[in-house]
Nanobody, 115 residues
């Protein structure tokens, strides 16, 4: 059974930092393209950051320079380091693993940026 489990979300003040983790079981993450998505209330889910199998990354314009996606294949885990957080970053963050016809999602972790 494939599972992606996100952790690391929480409440943080504007300007603060959080690191999200996505731990996988049942699949080998190194052969998947990985992405972090988020969905705010009343909005569509959007891609925040992605990393390919060979380590190439891309980011949404709104988070470029503040967020960093990385992967540790030995730990079968993907991370999202989020710095300089803003209230508009508040959302449920989801981890995604994709490969040809395979597509897996985690259950999400809430990130709330508020003073």
């Amino acid at each position: 059974q494939v599972q992606l489990v996100e952790s690391g979300g929480g409440l943080v003040q504007p300007g603060g930092s959080l690191r999200l983790s996505c731990a996988a079981s049942g699949i080998i993450l190194s052969i998947y393209a990985m992405g972090w998505y988020r969905q705010a209330p009343g909005k569509q889910r959007e891609l925040v950051a992605a990393i390919t199998r060979d380590g190439s990354t891309n980011y949404a314009h709104s988070v470029k320079g503040r967020f960093t996606i990385s992967r540790d294949n030995a730990k079968n885990t993907v991370y999202l380091q989020m710095n300089s957080l803003k209230p508009e970053d508040t959302a449920v963050y989801y981890c995604n693993a994709a490969r040809t016809t395979r597509d897996y999602w985690g259950q999400g972790t809430q990130v709330t940026v508020s003073s």
